[in-house]
């Protein structure tokens, strides 16, 4: 196995985990309202429900988050090393490590947002259908 292996499995691996959990928070807000109460007011959700729905949004912030600062962090180095530190388009060269920290603050943090929201939903079927 080559470092490029690596580092290729870890990109194809957290793609995949930041689309499942995107595909999980958006159903999980889904599932939020189908449990909507209608109400005098308008639809309302259910009081236990409101925890788990700020952690989805918080998720879908993050999830939007990390893609911008990623987009920007690399935006401005591809023009770092063409504009101001020239490399010829051919030569390798590395990057600083720093630039992908904040990416992957955002990527875990995404993941326990979802993680937590579910945890919260669960116990609200759970004790909905009184299965605990």
Known sequence: MKLEDARSAYEDFSGRASDIARTLALSGIALIWVFKVDSQNGPQVPQELVVPGIWLV???????????????????????????????????????????????????????????????????????????
């Open 58 to 132: 918080v998720h879908l912030a993050l999830d939007l988050t990390q893609y911008l600062y990623a987009t920007i962090a690399w935006g401005l180095f591809h023009r770092w090393k063409e504009h101001w530190r020239p490399v010829a388009a051919d030569k390798d060269f590395l990057a600083p490590r720093a630039i992908n920290w904040p990416t992957n603050a955002f990527f875990y943090g995404k993941v326990v947002a979802v993680g937590i929201a579910y945890w919260y939903l669960l116990a609200y079927l759970l004790s909905r259908y009184q299965i605990a």
